[in-house]
C-alpha cells in the first residue's frame, strides 16, 4: 500500500515538473521576444538618428516614417499661397472650393477615403520646397514615432515659423517630448494645440522662462484652474517671467473664476504679452474683479515686497560701481585715465614747434649778401609752411592709424596720441553699452511705488493691449471695476510702459447693451483705439459690434 502511494506521488511530481519546464520556457521565449524587439527598436532609433535631413520636407517625412517603422505614411500636401490682391478674390475662392469639396460620383474603392487620410498639410514662401513656413497637422494621432519624426525633420526647415495641432491625440509623455524638440526650430514663433486635451494638463511647459514662442493658442483643451494656476505661473512670478510671448489664446476651455484669479495672478509682473482671449471660460463676476485689479494700481504681496527690497539692494550696488572699474573688468585691461588739461596743451603745441622748427632751416641756406633777400625770405617760408603742413599731416595721421581697442601689451606710442585714442574708445564703449542697456528688461517691482495705508502700491499692467471676455458671465457689477481700471490706465505718469487696453471684448455676456459703465467703457476704448476714425458718430449698436 505504502509502495502504490509513494509511486503516485513520484508521477505526480514528474507531472508538475513538466508543466513548470513549460512555463519557464514560455516565459523564457516571452523574454526573448521582448529583448529582440527592444533591440530592433534601438537599431531603427539609430538608424533615424543617423538619418541626414535633406531641408525638403517632403523627401525627409516619409523617409524618415519608413525608418521608425511605420506602415501608413501621411501624405504631404502643400496648401496654396493666397495672394492679398483684391483683384484675385474670385480665384481665390475657387481654389478654396476646389480644396474642400468632395469628388462627384462614384469612387473606385481604393479612393474613396482619400480626401479622409491622414496628411501633412504645409506652406510654402516661394516656389521652392524646402521654403516651408508653416506645418498643419489635422485630425490624426501623434504618437512617439512621429514626434520623433517631426524632432528629426522640423529643425531642417529654416523658415519654419508657426505649427498647427488640431486634434492629435497627444498624450502627457508625448507633449514633453515635442516640447523639447520645438526650441530646435531656431524660426519657430507660433504654435496652435488646439482640441488636445490632457490629464495632468502641462501646457505651461511651452511658455517657460526660456520659451522662443511668441503666440500660443490652447482652446478648447479642457484647462481648469489647476492648468490655469500652472500657466499663471509660467507667465510671472516674483522672480521669473516670461518675456517673449505676446499673444495667448485660452478660449473655449473651463477655467471659471479661480482660473481667471490665477491668469490673473500671471499678469501682475508679466509686460510682454499683449493679446488675452479668456473667452467662453465660465468666468463671472470674481474672476472680472480680480483681472480689472490687475490693470490698475496694486498692492504687492509680502513676497513681492521681499524681492523689490532684494532688486533695489542690487541696483544700488551696481550704481557705486564706477564706469572704469567696469570697463576694466569687461575687457581685462588697465582702465584707461582721461586726459589732463596739461597733456592736452602740449599735443597742441607738439605740430606748432615742428613747423617752426621747419621755419628756421630754410634760414640757414640763405647766401649772405643776395640783393632779394625779401623774396628769399619768402620763398624760404613758403617752403617752410609746406613741410610744415606734411609733418602735421603726418602727425594727424598717427592717432587715426591706432586701432581701437588696442591688444593687450600694446604700446600707446606717446602722449599725443592719447586724447583722440581715449575718444574714441570712450565712444565704442557708449555705442556697445547702449544696446545691452536696451536689452535689460527692468522688473515691473522696481516702478516707483505708493504707499497707503500701510500698503506699497505699483502701477498696474498698461502692456496688455487686448483683453477677450466674450461669452462669460459678467453681469454688470464688475462694470465699474473694469471701467476705473481703464480710466487710471489714462493718466500720465513717469516711466509709464505701453499704452493701457485698447480692445475689451465684453459682448454675449448678462448685463444690458445699455448699461451705463458698458457705454462710458465703449466711449474710453473709441478714444483710444487708433483705428477709430470718428468715435462720436458711432452709435453703441455699432461699438457692440465692434467689440464683439
Avoid at 505699483?458 to 477677450?468: F, M
Avoid at 453703441?540 to 459690434?545: D, H, T
Wanted: hydrophobic fraction near 30%.
Amino acid at each position: 500500500m505504502t509502495s502504490t502511494v509513494s509511486w503516485k506521488r513520484v508521477i505526480r511530481q514528474v507531472k508538475m515538473g513538466k508543466k513548470v519546464e513549460k512555463v519557464l520556457k514560455e516565459k523564457a521565449e516571452k523574454g526573448g521576444g521582448a529583448a529582440a524587439s527592444s533591440v530592433e527598436e534601438e537599431t531603427v532609433a539609430r538608424s533615424a538618428e543617423e538619418y541626414v535631413c535633406t531641408g525638403s520636407l517632403e523627401i525627409d517625412f516619409p523617409e524618415l516614417c519608413a525608418l521608425v517603422g511605420m506602415k501608413e505614411i501621411p501624405a504631404v500636401t502643400s496648401r496654396p499661397h493666397l495672394p492679398t490682391t483684391p483683384t484675385t478674390e474670385k480665384s481665390i475662392l475657387e481654389e478654396r472650393q476646389s480644396l474642400f469639396t468632395l469628388p462627384s460620383g462614384p469612387a473606385p474603392a481604393g479612393e474613396r477615403f482619400v480626401y479622409f487620410r491622414p496628411r501633412l498639410q504645409v506652406e510654402l514662401e516661394s516656389e521652392d520646397p524646402r521654403s516651408v513656413r508653416e506645418v498643419q497637422v489635422k485630425g490624426w494621432k501623434v504618437d512617439e514615432r512621429m514626434v520623433r519624426v517631426f524632432s528629426k525633420c522640423l529643425p531642417s526647415l529654416s523658415s519654419l515659423q508657426s505649427f498647427h495641432l488640431w486634434n492629435v491625440g497627444l498624450t502627457d509623455s508625448v507633449l514633453n517630448s515635442l516640447g523639447a524638440a520645438l526650441p530646435l526650430c531656431l524660426k519657430l514663433r507660433m504654435l496652435v494645440l488646439d482640441g488636445t486635451p490632457l490629464p495632468q494638463q502641462p501646457y505651461y511647459r511651452l511658455i517657460a522662462e526660456d520659451s522662443a514662442l511668441t503666440h500660443l493658442s490652447l482652446r478648447n483643451n479642457k484647462i481648469d484652474a489647476e492648468g490655469a494656476k500652472l500657466i499663471g505661473q509660467a507667465l510671472s512670478t516674483p522672480k521669473s517671467t516670461n518675456k517673449n510671448l505676446t499673444s495667448l489664446n485660452l478660449a473655449y476651455n473651463h477655467l471659471s473664476d479661480r482660473g481667471a484669479e490665477h491668469i490673473a495672478q500671471g499678469l501682475r509682473l508679466n509686460r510682454t504679452l499683449l493679446c488675452l482671449s479668456l473667452a467662453h471660460n465660465g468666468i463671472g463676476d470674481e474672476g472680472a474683479l480680480k483681472l480689472a485689479e490687475v490693470l490698475g494700481p496694486f498692492a504687492l504681496t509680502h513676497e513681492e515686497t521681499v524681492e523689490r527690497r532684494w532688486l533695489l539692494l542690487g541696483r544700488d550696488s551696481e550704481r557705486q560701481k564706477s564706469p572704469t572699474a567696469l570697463r576694466s573688468d569687461s575687457k581685462g585691461e588697465r582702465p584707461l585715465s582721461h586726459p589732463s588739461s596739461t597733456s592736452l596743451e602740449r599735443s597742441k603745441d607738439k605740430p606748432s614747434r615742428a613747423t617752426s622748427k621747419k621755419k628756421d632751416t630754410p634760414k640757414k641756406d640763405e647766401k649772405p649778401g643776395a640783393a632779394n633777400q625779401g623774396t628769399g625770405s619768402e620763398a624760404a617760408a613758403g617752403k617752410g609752411v609746406a613741410s610744415g603742413k606734411k609733418e602735421e599731416n603726418k602727425l594727424g595721421k598717427k592717432p587715426s592709424d591706432t586701432k581701437v581697442p588696442r591688444a593687450k601689451g600694446a604700446r600707446s606710442g606717446g602722449k599725443e596720441k592719447r586724447p583722440p585714442v581715449v575718444e574714441l574708445e570712450d565712444k565704442g564703449s557708449v555705442v556697445q553699452q547702449k544696446p545691452l542697456e536696451q536689452l535689460e528688461t527692468v522688473s515691473p517691482l522696481l516702478d516707483s511705488a505708493e504707499h497707503r495705508d500701510g500698503k506699497l502700491f505699483i502701477p498696474g499692467n498698461s502692456t496688455l493691449a487686448s483683453l477677450n471676455l466674450m461669452g462669460n458671465s459678467l453681469t454688470a457689477r464688475s462694470l465699474p471695476s473694469l471701467l476705473s481700471s481703464l480710466l487710471s490706465q489714462g493718466e500720465a505718469r513717469p516711466g509709464k510702459v505701453g499704452t493701457g487696453l485698447l480692445r475689451l471684448y465684453l459682448a454675449r455676456n448678462g448685463f444690458p447693451p445699455d448699461c451705463d459703465s458698458f457705454t462710458k467703457i465703449q466711449e474710453t476704448l473709441s478714444s483710444r483705439d487708433p483705428l477709430t476714425k470718428n468715435p462720436a458718430s458711432r452709435s453703441p449698436e455699432g461699438e457692440q459690434v465692434q467689440l464683439a
